[in-house]
């Protein structure tokens, strides 16, 4: 009896299974990516979810994306689905998960669907609404480097120079945008340039009850080509100061002031372009006046640094000159590499000029490869004739015509010292015959370096010598 039943029993389960198998849904694998639009790039360990729209209580289908942003999910059955990701750079942006209806039929067993973030326009016309043109919005965080925690109530201040040129005025104005930083610590400042560099501050109120305020140092930024949305977290610490000597001290005797100091720490690695490391290179953190000189490795520790985002510089002797940003927090050690190319110095063209010709020794010293030079059929091919277009271009100068050091620039007008003096107003472009710039005060010409003090404090104050073509032609 038990021989013959279990042959019998297999046969009625086929049966069965034949006859019930045309009604069961037939599945579905998806697979897509999910990309970033803001950066271009995409989402690693991202969480996809399909969520049935007529039983959004139920758990549905989810799978993660690997390390190029890639998912799978098998076993899809037919549907429609609400189709969203879910991860941290969204809630970094204050953005609510991206979600889109997906219909899954029967009739194909694989498909195809991608998800990303909105596109940078759309995103920024969102937060702002209209914007100018060549404008966009700066979002982000406000963090506080002592424990890494959201740090609320403050503001977020972003300033840039606009060059104006009219038949009167040709100078830098400064002009400026102030964001809230919201309760869970997030910030959006509109109507920001894109074309130009940006000053990024950030200023926030103590949690634990003291009235000092947390702030961040000031760091440089730039949107990237076509871009209307830059993301920017901060970093913010107390405003703790300390008593130190001059780093730059112009007479004997060093000018002590107030510097920046706190309990960071950071480990900087210079190296060239092709590897090797840069033995020598100097470090320097302006709003701390703390510099440090790389060891025979490229590397350079630096101590005692203010919690918060800095601007860090690199100079080496032979080697662009590099500047980064970094966050310094408590939570860990903060680290930078720079990657810098050989300064090789070139002249456009060959020329030998005796002493006769070169009395300022401004050809001489061009030739030295030192410092940043101009001259007028430069200024000429570059449009417009002007000091501010001579400016424009030099590495150690931002926008406002302000040192990196934050400091006025020193001002020589053939071989005059200028002191508080509109001179970018007072020469036509059309009379400039050169211009040469400093951003190291040790590479500063003799002749031009003991011309009176610079203020306390500052590392990378610029001297501007601009001559006139009577004297330089």
């Given at each position: 009896?038990?021989?013959?039943a279990?042959?019998?029993?297999?046969?009625?389960?086929?049966?069965?299974?034949?006859?019930?198998s045309?009604?069961?849904?037939?599945?579905?694998?998806?697979?897509?990516?999910?990309?970033?639009?803001?950066?271009?790039?995409?989402?690693?360990?991202?969480?996809?979810?399909?969520?049935?729209?007529?039983?959004p209580?139920?758990?549905?289908?989810?799978?993660?994306?690997d390390?190029?942003?890639?998912?799978?999910?098998?076993?899809?059955?037919?549907?429609?689905?609400?189709?969203?990701?879910?991860?941290?750079r969204?809630?970094?942006?204050?953005?609510?998960p991206?979600?889109?209806t997906?219909?899954?039929?029967?009739?194909?067993?694989?498909?195809?669907?991608?998800?990303?973030?909105?596109?940078?326009?759309t995103?920024?016309?969102?937060?702002?609404?209209?914007?100018?043109?060549?404008?966009?919005?700066?979002?982000?965080?406000?963090?506080?480097?002592?424990?890494?925690?959201?740090?609320?109530?403050?503001?977020?201040?972003?300033?840039?120079?606009?060059?104006?040129?009219?038949?009167?005025?040709?100078?830098?104005?400064?002009?400026?945008?102030?964001?809230?930083?919201?309760?869970?610590?997030?910030?959006?400042?509109?109507?920001?340039?894109?074309?130009?560099?940006?000053?990024v501050?950030?200023?926030?109120?103590?949690?634990?009850?003291?009235?000092?305020?947390?702030?961040?140092?000031?760091?440089?930024?730039?949107?990237?080509?076509?871009?209307?949305?830059?993301h920017?977290?901060?970093?913010v610490?107390?405003?703790?100061?300390?008593?130190?000597?001059?780093?730059?001290?112009?007479?004997?005797?060093?000018?002590?002031?107030?510097?920046?100091?706190?309990?960071?720490?950071?480990?900087?690695?210079a190296?060239?372009?092709?590897?090797?490391?840069i033995?020598?290179?100097r470090?320097?953190?302006?709003?701390?006046?703390?510099?440090?000189?790389?060891?025979?490795?490229?590397?350079?520790?630096?101590?005692?640094?203010?919690?918060?985002?800095?601007?860090?510089?690199?100079?080496?002797?032979?080697?662009m000159?590099?500047?980064?940003?970094?966050?310094?927090?408590?939570?860990?050690?903060?680290?930078?590499?720079?990657?810098t190319?050989?300064?090789?110095?070139?002249?456009?063209?060959?020329?030998?000029r005796?002493?006769?010709?070169?009395p300022?020794?401004?050809?001489k010293?061009?030739?030295?490869?030192?410092?940043?030079?101009?001259?007028?059929?430069?200024?000429?091919?570059?449009?417009?004739?002007?000091?501010?277009?001579?400016?424009?271009?030099?590495p150690?100068?931002?926008g406002?015509?302000?040192?990196?050091?934050?400091?006025?620039?020193?001002?020589?007008?053939?071989?005059?010292r200028?002191?508080?003096?509109?001179f970018?107003?007072?020469?036509?472009?059309?009379d400039?015959?050169?211009?040469?710039?400093?951003?190291?005060?040790?590479?500063?010409?003799?002749?031009?370096?003991?011309?009176?003090?610079r203020p306390?404090?500052?590392v990378l104050?610029?001297?501007i010598?601009?001559?006139?073509?009577?004297?330089?032609?």
């Amino acid at each position: 009896m038990h021989r013959t039943a279990q042959p019998y029993c297999s046969l009625i389960a086929f049966a069965a299974a034949m006859l019930v198998s045309p009604y069961l849904p037939a599945q579905a694998v998806l697979s897509g990516s999910v990309r970033d639009s803001l950066t271009g790039r995409t989402f690693a360990n991202a969480l996809v979810e399909l969520v049935p729209t007529d039983r959004p209580w139920l758990a549905g289908f989810s799978a993660r994306t690997d390390s190029a942003g890639k998912f799978v999910i098998p076993d899809v059955t037919p549907g429609r689905y609400h189709f969203g990701f879910q991860h941290p750079r969204l809630d970094s942006l204050g953005m609510d998960p991206v979600l889109r209806t997906l219909e899954v039929t029967g009739s194909r067993r694989r498909m195809m669907a991608d998800l990303a973030l909105p596109t940078p326009r759309t995103f920024a016309r969102t937060l702002c609404g209209d914007l100018g043109e060549n404008s966009g919005a700066l979002v982000g965080r406000v963090i506080d480097a002592r424990d890494g925690n959201a740090a609320p109530r403050g503001t977020v201040r972003v300033r840039w120079g606009e060059l104006n040129i009219s038949k009167r005025f040709v100078g830098i104005t400064q002009q400026q945008r102030e964001g809230v930083v919201s309760a869970s610590g997030r910030f959006v400042v509109c109507n920001v340039p894109t074309d130009t560099p940006i000053d990024v501050r950030a200023t926030v109120a103590d949690g634990s009850g003291t009235p000092a305020p947390l702030s961040s140092g000031t760091i440089e930024l730039a949107f990237g080509y076509d871009a209307a949305v830059h993301h920017r977290d901060l970093f913010v610490g107390p405003e703790t100061r300390v008593l130190v000597p001059s780093p730059t001290p112009t007479d004997a005797a060093p000018e002590p002031f107030m510097a920046r100091r706190g309990q960071g720490r950071l480990t900087a690695l210079a190296r060239s372009d092709d590897g090797r490391a840069i033995p020598g290179a100097r470090i320097i953190v302006t709003d701390a006046a703390i510099e440090v000189v790389a060891d025979s490795s490229g590397r350079a520790r630096l101590a005692h640094l203010p919690l918060g985002s800095y601007m860090v510089d690199m100079l080496a002797l032979g080697y662009m000159p590099m500047r980064q940003s970094v966050d310094v927090s408590a939570v860990q050690d903060a680290t930078v590499e720079f990657s810098t190319a050989r300064r090789v110095p070139t002249l456009a063209e060959v020329t030998v000029r005796d002493r006769q010709t070169d009395p300022t020794g401004f050809w001489k010293r061009r030739a030295s490869g030192t410092g940043y030079f101009v001259d007028a059929n430069q200024i000429r091919l570059w449009g417009a004739p002007s000091l501010a277009s001579a400016l424009a271009m030099a590495p150690v100068l931002r926008g406002n015509l302000q040192s990196r050091g934050n400091c006025a620039p020193t001002v020589f007008v053939d071989a005059l010292r200028f002191d508080n003096a509109p001179f970018a107003q007072m020469l036509s472009g059309l009379d400039i015959g050169g211009v040469e710039v400093y951003g190291n005060p040790a590479d500063v010409p003799p002749q031009f370096s003991n011309a009176g003090r610079r203020p306390s404090g500052s590392v990378l104050c610029a001297t501007i010598v601009v001559w006139t073509k009577a004297y330089v032609y």
